[in-house]
């Protein structure tokens, strides 16, 4: 897809997963998206921080994309109480416990990857830098849409009973007749 490069920028953005031990005897270790690194270089499960049982993890970098057509989006993020990035992580098929396989700062793609319930969503408050970076790039390409109402023809609907019926019936005495005495009718 050839993008156009006055609306569309990017940023590698790496991502930490926190493993804690699970509460139930089901699950080994509990995992939650807990910060995202604006700028951050390649990382395949780099151990960043260790507290008792505690283990912070720079799990992967993706990359970040801004695009113009989804700037009301962005808008809608960025007015929320704390303006948050979108992790998007799936049960690990690889070696790793999770795949990161998306971030995002649309609320709305976000939701998008909620319904199918086979990926994990999770929100990471925006540092106070990314914020900036993604409402510059709001505040350059947003533009609002004029919402423009619909106005009704000059049909009247009401000179007519179109649809009332089945043009199967043949006339308004067989609306109540039975089955079988319409079948007499018609031999």
């Known amino acids: 897809m050839i993008r156009n490069p006055d609306k569309y920028q990017s940023m590698p953005l790496g991502v930490v ?99 199918s319930g086979e990926e994990i969503v999770e929100k990471v408050a925006m540092p106070a830098g990314l914020v900036a970076w993604v409402q510059n790039f709001v505040t350059n390409f947003h533009e609002e849409e004029v919402f423009i109402k619909r106005k009704r023809d000059k049909k009247r609907t009401d000179l007519t009973q179109d649809g009332i019926g089945d043009p199967r019936i043949a006339t308004a005495a067989d609306i109540y007749a039975s089955p079988a005495r319409q079948r007499r009718r018609v031999h």
Do not use: C, F, N
């Open 17 to 115: 997963l926190r493993r804690l031990p699970g509460v139930t005897r089901w699950a080994a270790y509990s995992w939650k998206a807990v910060a995202v690194l604006p700028g951050a270089g390649p990382a395949d499960w780099q151990e960043l921080r260790r507290e008792g049982e505690a283990v912070e993890y720079h799990a992967a970098t993706l990359q970040l994309d801004l695009h113009g057509a989804e700037t009301e989006a962005y808008l809608h993020g960025l007015s929320a109480e704390v303006p948050s990035i979108y992790v998007v992580m799936r049960e690990g098929v690889s070696d790793q416990p999770l795949d990161v396989v998306l971030v995002t700062a649309s609320p709305y793609e976000a939701q998008d990857y909620t319904d």
